[in-house]
C-alpha cells in the first residue's frame, strides 16, 4: 500500500500565496508521476499540475505563470507552489501519484482564498 499526506492548505487573501507538499509512504518502488488536482464545490476534479520523474511537467492554463509544481525525488514529495492566488483557485487540493502504474490519491487539502 502506498499513502499519500498532503498539508499546506488554508486561508488565504486573494494575491497571495500557499505552498502545497504531498509526501508518499509505503510499498514504493518507483513512482512513475505526481501530481495536484482541485476539486471545488459543484465542480468536476480537475487537473492543476503533474511532474514526471524526470522533472517534466504539465501545467493547467488556469494556473500557469502564477502555480509552481516540483518534487524532490529523494524524499518521495511533490510541492505546489502557489502564487497570486485567485477566489477561483478555492478548492480542495489532491495530491495524486502513480506507484508502478497504479494511482494513489491523498485525503485532500483544503485551500480558500477571500476577495
Known amino acids: 500500500q502506498v499513502q499519500l499526506v498532503e498539508s499546506g492548505g488554508g486561508l488565504v487573501q486573494a494575491g497571495g500565496s500557499l505552498r502545497l507538499s504531498c509526501t508518499a509512504s509505503?510499498?514504493?518502488?518507483?513512482?512513475?508521476?505526481m501530481g495536484w488536482y482541485r476539486q471545488a464545490p459543484g465542480k468536476q476534479r480537475e487537473l492543476v499540475a503533474t511532474?514526471?520523474?524526470?522533472?517534466?511537467?504539465n501545467i493547467a492554463d488556469s494556473v500557469k505563470g502564477r502555480f509552481t509544481i516540483s518534487r524532490d525525488n529523494a524524499k518521495n514529495t511533490v510541492y505546489l507552489e502557489m502564487n497570486s492566488l485567485k477566489p477561483e483557485d478555492t478548492a480542495v487540493y489532491y495530491c495524486?501519484?502513480?506507484?508502478?502504474?497504479?494511482?494513489?490519491w491523498g485525503q485532500g487539502t483544503q485551500v480558500t482564498v477571500s476577495s
Open positions: 495524486r501519484a502513480i506507484v508502478g502504474g497504479l494511482p494513489y
Open positions: 511532474i514526471a520523474s524526470g522533472g517534466n511537467t
Open positions: 509505503g510499498r514504493i518502488v518507483v513512482i512513475n508521476s
